[in-house]
């Protein structure tokens, strides 16, 4: 039995991600702004015989909250971390408005940089694991959500260099990157809100449930894999990381 603390767990992915760690007998602290939502999710959960679950409002856009949760990570004993929540703007880049783009780097960059770190400075030396969800647009440039693109290459570079430190240093905790592609969520309208681009014509997209993600988060989760990404073709793919790897010594530099 884990103890799961779960980020961005009042929708879509995140949602889908607490029905199956509850399914599993695994405690979990739901984290999200929506009370209402957390509470109701909170409800579903023990009705249908969750051994454990809490929730907790926080606002990772703001610091001090944060900072508030890592002072708080001892004593909340959680062993499992999954930085989930995230926002999108779809824009060109030079209509990206100052005020999104930092709201997007508090939320997407910020407060998963934090908590991981923070995570991992406590449970380094522990059977942990610390599960980071990224997008496909961690690993590539997709036109018209550049900011939020770039958002998530942090997501997937950090992720992936804490799992190869961990590894090189024979530490027993390990870290997981997740990379789902588009799935059928608030994310996309959201995203969408204040846009000065055109994108009602989205017939193209293939879109995934969040619960067929949520299964794909649980088959990364019970391997030993670092990366599983979901592909072009919607298959989903396990690996041990796409970062190229640099030597501090190489030429190169
Ligand atoms: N949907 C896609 O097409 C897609 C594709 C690739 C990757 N992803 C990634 O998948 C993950 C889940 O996305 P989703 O599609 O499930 O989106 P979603 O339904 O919009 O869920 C986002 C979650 O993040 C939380 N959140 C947002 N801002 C927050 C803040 N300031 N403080 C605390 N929580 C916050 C939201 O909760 P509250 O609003 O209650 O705070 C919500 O629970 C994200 O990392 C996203 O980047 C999504």
Not at 147 to 165: D, M, N, Q, W
Request: charged residues 20%; proline residues 4%.
């Amino acid at each position: 039995m884990a103890r799961v603390m779960l980020t961005g767990a009042s929708s879509g992915l995140g949602a889908a991600m607490a029905r199956r760690f509850a399914e599993r007998g695994d405690h979990l602290l739901l984290v999200a702004r929506r009370r209402p939502l957390l509470e109701e999710l909170q409800a579903e959960l023990l009705g249908e015989g969750a051994s454990h679950v809490e929730h907790r409002v926080v606002d990772l856009a703001h610091e001090s909250q944060v900072q508030q949760l890592v002072n708080d990570l001892p004593e909340l004993g959680v062993d499992v971390l999954i930085n989930n929540a995230a926002c999108g703007h779809w824009d060109y880049s030079w209509d990206t408005t100052p005020e999104r783009m930092r709201y997007m780097i508090a939320v997407n960059v910020s407060a998963v940089a934090v908590l991981s770190v923070a995570f991992s400075q406590i449970n380094h030396l522990k059977p942990a694991r610390l599960m980071n969800v990224a997008s496909g647009a961690g690993y590539a440039l997709f036109e018209g959500s550049i900011p939020y693109s770039a958002s998530k290459f942090f997501v997937t570079a950090l992720t992936e260099g804490i799992a190869r430190e961990l590894s090189s240093q024979k530490h027993a905790m390990r870290s997981q990157l997740l990379a789902p592609g588009p799935m059928a969520t608030e994310f996309g309208a959201s995203a969408m809100d204040g846009s000065k681009m055109d994108r009602t014509d989205a017939s193209g997209v293939q879109f995934h449930t969040a619960a067929e993600v949520a299964e794909f988060a649980m088959q990364l989760f019970d391997s030993d894999a670092t990366v599983g990404a979901v592909q072009p073709d919607m298959s989903f793919a396990l690996s041990g990381g796409r970062h190229p790897v640099g030597q501090l010594l190489d030429a190169a530099w």
